[in-house]
């Protein structure tokens, strides 16, 4: 299905900002939008897709949602997910990808959000008139849940594994947004897999996808 990678962005600049090297993922239909913070750094990728650190565990989970197989989504005897098998996925079940910012800095050569600074957010309203049928955004980090309720001007972000609605946000059916917290799935994060399983979950069965 070919590479989602954004070729005129494959760069940095003399003060040290990257931008984003993915196109946003928005598949027809699309009716949830995970909101990362930004991309990992190259050297950590083993697919040129959203969530490419094969020791991140976004894809484990997805694969243990809806198949019961945590290794759904891993090309046998290889380090890599499969890309093919992924976008497919996403493509059936609505689910569209990118980040909250489209140019950071990295103020520690790792990808911690502690240590990225935002030099540029993403237009988040130019990104949802591409979705019409979007339901919900879902983050799954702080540095992304901060930078989205300041866009939106959200008081009080949802605690873990609950919802609140965007102001004044509507799909093409006059339907309000929702603003999903989940817990990251980077092992840094310190829940169980199982855990984390559980709250992914519980929101895509809440929103008649599961």
Request: hydrophobic letters at 40%; one cysteine or more; proline letters at 6%.
């Amino acid at each position: 299905m070919g590479s989602w990678l954004n070729s005129e962005n494959l760069r940095r600049n003399g003060d040290g900002i990257e931008y984003h090297p993915l196109v946003p993922f928005l598949p027809e239909g699309a009716r949830v939008l995970f909101l990362g913070s930004f991309p990992p750094q190259r050297k950590r990728w083993c697919m040129d897709f959203y969530y490419p650190n094969f020791i991140n565990d976004h894809w484990r989970i997805e694969g243990e949602v809806f198949f019961r197989d945590r290794n759904r989504f891993i090309l046998s005897g290889e380090r890599r997910f499969d890309l093919d098998a992924i976008v497919g996925f996403c493509q059936e079940r609505g689910l569209a990808f990118f980040d909250t910012a489209t140019a950071v800095r990295r103020l520690k050569d790792n990808a911690s959000d502690e240590h990225l600074e935002v030099v540029e957010p993403t237009d988040l309203y130019a990104l949802l008139r591409k979705l019409p049928c979007l339901e919900a955004i879902v983050t799954t980090g702080q540095k992304a849940s901060d930078v989205l309720c300041r866009y939106f001007d959200i008081a009080k972000g949802p605690k873990l594994g609950e919802y609140v609605p965007i102001p004044a946000v509507h799909n093409r059916a006059g339907h309000g947004l929702l603003l999903w917290r989940l817990p990251s799935s980077s092992r840094a994060y310190p829940m169980a897999f199982e855990r984390k399983v559980h709250y992914y979950r519980e929101m895509f069965l809440r929103m008649g996808i599961l």
